[in-house]
């Protein structure tokens, strides 16, 4: 069972940058995608951001040239950094792992933009 744990949000003003991370109990490197999702109040969970094993990167149009995933395997942390933050960015951010048929989810944590 892989452990995610995320870390990194709070309350920014619209425009600023916060960077969050996800440290996983397990090689990074095992891991066939790193994800990251988030939630707005009262919305459904989204993706955001995806990392394959080789490197590859995509992001959901509503963040893309804003946002920024990557990994670390010899941390076995991946990160996500959020510029130009807006107030719909608002929302519990959580980290996925996909490793074989195993999904596994971190616990979440909440990013609030003020305008």
């Known amino acids: 069972q892989v452990q995610l744990v995320e870390s990194g949000g709070g309350l920014v003003q619209a425009g600023g940058s916060l960077r969050l991370s996800c440290a996983a109990s397990?090689?990074?490197?095992?891991?066939?995608?790193m994800r990251w999702y988030r939630q707005p109040p009262g919305k459904r969970r989204e993706v955001v951001a995806a990392i394959g094993s080789g490197g590859g990167t995509h992001y959901a149009p509503s963040v893309k040239g804003r946002f920024t995933i990557s990994r670390d395997n010899a941390k076995n942390t991946v990160y996500l950094q959020m510029n130009s933050l807006k107030p719909e960015d608002t929302a519990v951010y959580y980290c996925k792992a996909a490793r074989g048929l195993g999904d596994y989810w971190g616990q979440g944590t909440q990013v609030t933009v003020s305008s």
């Open positions: 397990e090689s990074t490197s095992s891991m066939t995608f």
